[in-house]
Structure formats: structure tokens, C-alpha cells
Nanobody
Framework: QVQLVESGGGLVQAGGSLRLSCAAS????????MAWYRQAPGKQRELVAA???????NYADFVKGRFTISRDNAKNTVYLRMNSLKPEDTAVYYC??????????WGQGTQVTVSS
């Protein structure tokens, strides 16, 4: 069973930065894509950023230019660097991995709180 473990969340002031990490219990090359989602209270979970097996990346419009997704293949870890954080970025951030069989795996989530 694949496990994804997120870390790096916390409380930060508006304009600050955080880096989230997602460590996978399997090789990242097992997955067609890995991604970060977020869910704010009372809202649906939404895609933040994704990195495809070949290395290409996609971002939601609301984080373009501020967030960067990256991958360390040797460590089986995906990162989300978040700069210029805004209060509206406050949410639980979840790591996701999707394998070739279209099975989704999820981490337990890490809370990010941005104060104004």
C-alpha cells in the first residue's frame, strides 16, 4: 500500500513563505502524476499544482507565479514552495499521487494558515 506523508505546514504571516513536502513510500516513477490539492473550510477540494512523470508542471491560476512544485526523484519526495502567501491560501493541503491504473493515493493533509 502506498503511503504519502506531508509535512511543512504551519502558521505564517501574509507575504511569507512555506515549503511543503510529500514523501512517498514508493518510487515517484510509479506514478503518472503527483499533485497538491487544498481544501478550505466549507469549500471543495481544489487542485493547486501538479507534476507529470516527465517533469512538466501545471498550476491553478490562483497560484501561478507564487507557488512552485518540484520533485526529488532520489528521495521520492514532491515539494510545494509557496511564496507571497495570502490569507485566502489558508487551507489543508493534501498530497496526491495517481498511478498508471488511475488509482489515487492521498496523504493525511497538512494545515497552512496565513494571517493578515
Amino acid at each position: 500500500q502506498v503511503q504519502l506523508v506531508e509535512s511543512g505546514g504551519g502558521l505564517v504571516q501574509a507575504g511569507g513563505s512555506l515549503r511543503l513536502s510529500c514523501a512517498a513510500s514508493a518510487s515517484v516513477f510509479r506514478f503518472n502524476a503527483m499533485a497538491w490539492y487544498r481544501q478550505a473550510p466549507g469549500k471543495q477540494r481544489e487542485l493547486v499544482a501538479a507534476i507529470i512523470i516527465g517533469g512538466s508542471t501545471n498550476y491553478a491560476d490562483f497560484v501561478k507565479g507564487r507557488f512552485t512544485i518540484s520533485r526529488d526523484n532520489a528521495k521520492n519526495t514532491v515539494y510545494l514552495r509557496m511564496n507571497s502567501l495570502k490569507p485566502e491560501d489558508t487551507a489543508v493541503y493534501y498530497c496526491n499521487a495517481r498511478d498508471a491504473g488511475m488509482t489515487d493515493y492521498w496523504g493525511q493533509g497538512t494545515q497552512v494558515t496565513v494571517s493578515s
